[in-house]
């Protein structure tokens, strides 16, 4: 007891000023390593009502929220985002962006995929298809720039159209092109091209990774974004791409610009039109037991 009361009495001896201090760094200590939290995603049962802190719905507003972007929304430094792995794609696209998406130290921001798909495609709608001639037919994207078609979830070959190169009356059958903004793609005789399962890359980026540092990204597919799978820009650091596939994108699968340093771990890419791992100005690439289907693009 007597102890106790002796150091009760040096710790009230403390000027108030530097109790203040001493008080607010215990408290600091006590509360950082709590503040990263798990929130997690279900774009099957979720509700973006909900907190994102449990993966199963229990009472009131206690559950897993519906998409990826409201995550975010709750989410800051350090913190994990646990999607739900279920036979539906999550059709959105991620933006990590500055400090409130980035890890601390040896706490990452950490997106776990569990398997699940993250989707750029739409569906070709029947009707917006137009009958050209001998068996080719056309539709208008909403979005120009680059482009890719797939049959039945793959990717179909596009025939080289140029200005100074082939034809529409070229195209052989099952491949596609673009003339001015127009996609064209020649099916069988007498098929019924709008009754097919085919659909495009309608949204720009999958995921984004701008000025931001420390974060992990694990076992996600990310698949058919009109632009770029992944596109890390600006001073990203110290960001991983684990188990990571990204495929079918009209320009690359993952692309780094600016100063961007990403680490890529068992990834696969595959399959995008202009390039796999493209590295544009400054950025760096840490590339261990990849797949790719092409060599990494260097570019201007």
Known sequence: ????????????????????????????????????????????????????????????????????????????????????????????????????????????????????????????????????????????????GTYQLRMDGKPLPRFPLTANHGDLKEIPIGQWTVDRGKIYYRGEPLADVPGQSFDFAARGVGITLRDVHDVSIENLTVECFRIDGVNASGSTDNCVLQDVISRHHGRSGVYLMGTADVFLRNCTLRDSAQGQLTISQFGLADVVDCDLSEPPLLVD
């Open 1 to 144: 007891m007597t102890g106790c009361a002796d150091r009760s009495r040096r710790q009230m001896a403390i000027p108030w000023g530097q109790l203040l201090i001493v008080v607010a760094i215990s408290l600091g200590s006590m509360v950082s390593p709590c503040v990263a939290r798990d929130i997690y995603v279900d774009n099957r049962t979720g509700n973006n009502r909900q907190n994102g802190a449990l993966p199963k719905r229990i009472e009131g507003d206690i559950g897993p929220v519906r998409t990826i972007a409201r995550a975010l929304q709750l989410a800051n430094s350090g913190d994990t985002i646990v999607l739900a792995q279920n036979e539906r794609p999550y059709r959105e696209s991620i933006q990590l962006i500055g400090r409130r998406h980035s890890g601390a130290g040896d706490v990452p921001f950490r997106i776990i995929g569990n398997g699940a798909v993250l989707s750029g495609a739409e569906p070709v709608p029947m009707s917006a298809w137009r009958g050209a001639e001998n068996d080719l037919w056309t539709f208008t994207p909403w979005r120009k």
